[in-house]
């Protein structure tokens, strides 16, 4: 399924149906007495969070949401049928915005409901407007009468984790080792062209992990992939920065983890505030003395750090046991 996480969307709701000027039949009533009924409720566009979708895709190919406008009023009292809602369900994460960018909504959790555009009101009918000196009114009101709008829905992926780091850090085979997440590992860059959720079960629990595409210097100004999906670290608690431990190209761990953190900041304070914790990967890859080595460099980083391999899963468990304690302190003082 292709991942879609931004779309823009033309939205209509109904316009609200006619009141009726309608007159009964009955003796010594002048005209017969006024009984027209109200006009229907034109059709709602409602968006409804759904953990069971991952994507806006639908949206994107739909692109038109037009709802089903409300129905005229009728004689002897009769109220017009209100027009059909449209509900549209949307992934968990999704935020919408109007077409200046102003937000509207933030469906962040399962179940919850926005209505992206309000059915016109029914006009009411003629016999609301009787008195004692206008017994015969011959005036009924219109439906309100709505205009098409356009509306931005943008995806934020709702994960516990953040995996960051540059391309080719480990991050796809490191998600792939510790979640039913399946992204594509390869021994080049940008193998990640979209971002993976993946699910971790810790005892009876768990967490979420989101792994982005690798960052590159000038992401946050829209080099790479990287400033595209940044966004769907934001919701995470906890960030887990990967760094490759054999040091390609000759770039130290301390360069590699400077250029990463430089793109975070340049993003916004949303994503550079977060805590996290240095991971180093591919120690399968170091003998004794390299090790030794990228632990001291690693240490005089501000961050706690911890090595592993992702390949063989050398210290795999004990992160993951390290990372969920972390998390359950920060749900305890959020609670």
Same mark, same amino acid.
């Given at each position: 399924?292709? $991942? ?6 033309? =939205? ?10 309608? $007159? ?9 007495? !006024? ?7 034109? /059709?709602?566009? =409602? ?20 709802? *089903? @406008?409300?129905? !005229? ?17 949307? !992934? #968990? ?32 009918? @003629?016999?609301?407007?009787?008195? %004692?000196?206008?017994?015969? !009114?011959?005036?009924?009101?219109? /439906? ?16 516990? +984790?953040?995996? +960051? ?14 979640? @039913? ?18 699910? =971790? ?5 768990? $967490?979420? #992990? ?50 990463? *953190? /430089? ?9 550079? %505030? ?14 004794? *003395? ?14 706690? +750090? ?30």
């Amino acid at each position: 399924m292709r $991942f879609i996480d931004e779309v823009k969307i033309e =939205v209509c709701a109904g316009n609200g149906g006619a009141g009726s000027a309608s $007159f009964r039949r009955e003796k010594y009533i002048p005209k017969g007495g !006024p009984d027209g009924g109200d006009g229907g409720r034109g /059709g709602h566009v =409602v968006l409804v969070a759904s953990r069971n979708k991952n994507t806006l895709l639908d949206l994107y190919l739909r692109k038109r949401l037009f709802a *089903e @406008n409300g129905q !005229p009023g009728r004689g002897s009292a009769m109220h017009g049928r209100n027009g059909k809602d449209i509900e549209v369900q949307v !992934p #968990v994460g999704t935020v919408v915005k109007d077409e200046a960018g102003i937000h509207l909504a933030d469906l962040d959790h399962d179940g919850g409901r926005f209505i992206l555009a309000h059915g016109g009101r029914g006009g009411l009918g @003629n016999m609301h407007f009787s008195s %004692s000196t206008n017994q015969a !009114p011959r005036y009924a009101q219109p /439906g309100e009468s709505v205009e098409a709008c356009i509306r931005l829905l943008e995806l934020k992926l709702m994960a516990d +984790v953040g995996l +960051v780091g540059l391309p080719n850090a480990g991050k796809s085979t490191f998600l792939a080792r510790i979640s @039913n997440a399946h992204p594509k590992v390869a021994d080049y860059p940008f193998t990640t062209l979209k971002p993976m959720l993946g699910q =971790v079960r810790m005892d009876d629990d768990g $967490f979420a #992990v989101a792994d982005i595409p690798g960052l590159i210097a000038g992401a946050h100004q829209g080099k790479g992939l990287g400033y595209r999906f940044l966004r769907h670290i934001e919701r995470t608690r906890l960030l887990l920065h990967l760094v490759d431990a054999a040091c390609p190209e000759g770039r130290s761990i301390t360069e590699q983890v400077h250029e990463v *953190e /430089g793109e975070l900041q340049g993003y916004g304070v949303a994503v550079s %505030s977060k805590p996290r914790l240095i991971v180093l990967n591919k120690m399968d890859a170091l003998d004794d *003395e390299l090790r030794q080595a990228a632990r001291h460099e690693a240490e005089t980083l501000e961050s706690p +750090v911890m090595c592993i391999s992702a390949v063989s899963g050398e210290g795999v468990p004990q992160l993951l046991r390290e990372t969920y304690e972390r998390l359950k302190s920060m749900r305890e003082e959020a609670a």
